[in-house]
């Protein structure tokens, strides 16, 4: 791991400079540095995106991994899908009671292509933001646009450097996906009580080169898939001190 008295501070990247939206807002340099914090915790600030259908394994397989991880004394945190749309990406029916019925419209968040872009650009952010703290995020989110999870991607690279985003392609067929139906919304979605059902009346974006891809077969246990991130994780350096 890199000291803190070791590699000179990192100054804010070209991306998050540019994120000014206005000449009034100036970004404002930290006086602890990332390397710092990452050599406390041992480890690089990684971002684990868990992309798939829904009911393909995303969140068994990141709870098991997140377990891992903590057992092994890393210092992890998990967002899952469902999850952060109950605050976060609230639908606008969480919002209403609260903050009426304009502000809902207009902050809550759905599944039409518009709302699942800033449901990710925001989980996005709030990863970038964890792995400047040095923390390993693993993120589960059916994610299905390519644009949108290579836009996390960006984000997170250059609050970083690349290799801090490991993309995870759960990749269950969607036959198994309607079999394990785990929450019953395939069968909604099949009846037409769900509209923009990812796989059924929305589409689905492989990732074309994830770092992982996790092909579904018979027999393989969510602790298996859970070791073969953590080994790729090792072998990415993950736990090693960044050159
Ligand atoms: N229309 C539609 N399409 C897909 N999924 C739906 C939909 N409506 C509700 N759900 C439930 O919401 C979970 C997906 O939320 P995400 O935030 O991961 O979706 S997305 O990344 O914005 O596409 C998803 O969770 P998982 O099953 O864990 O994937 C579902 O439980
Ligand atoms: N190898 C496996 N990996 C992950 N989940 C599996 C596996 N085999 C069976 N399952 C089951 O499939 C379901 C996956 O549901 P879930 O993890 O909620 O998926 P997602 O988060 O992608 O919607 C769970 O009921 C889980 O027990």
């Known amino acids: 791991m890199s000291s803190p008295s070791g590699p000179a501070p990192r100054a804010a990247s070209d991306l998050e400079k540019n994120a000014n939206i206005s000449r009034n807002i100036v970004w404002h340099e930290t006086t602890v ?19 798939g259908l829904s009911g393909c394994g995303k969140s068994t397989i990141a709870n098991e991994l997140d377990r891992l991880l903590i057992a ?119 009846a037409g009580e769900i509209p923009h059902f990812t796989g059924i009346s929305d589409p689905y974006e492989a990732p074309k080169s994830p770092e992982i891809h996790l092909r579904w077969r018979e027999g393989m246990t969510p602790a298996d898939a859970a070791e073969e991130i953590l080994q790729a994780m090792v072998d990415r350096g993950v736990f090693a001190s960044r050159s």
């Open 33 to 51: 540095d990332r390397n710092a914090r990452e050599s406390n915790l041992a480890q690089r600030g990684t971002v684990v995106w868990f992309t």
């Open 72 to 190: 092994r004394g890393a210092a992890s945190t998990l967002l899952d899908g469902d999850n952060v749309r109950h605050g976060l990406c609230a639908p606008p029916s969480g919002l209403a009671p609260e903050h009426g019925d304009e502000f809902a419209e207009r902050f809550g968040l759905g599944f039409s292509p518009v709302d699942r872009e800033e449901n990710i650009r925001r989980i996005g952010a709030v990863s970038a933001l964890m792995s400047s703290a040095g923390l390993i995020t693993l993120a589960a989110f059916v994610s299905p646009y390519r644009r949108d999870r290579d836009r996390v991607r960006q984000m997170v690279e250059a609050a970083g450097q690349t290799g801090d985003f490991l993309e995870v392609f759960v990749d269950t067929p969607l036959e198994i996906c309607k079999q394990r139906d785990p929450k019953g919304l395939y069968k909604k979605a099949i």
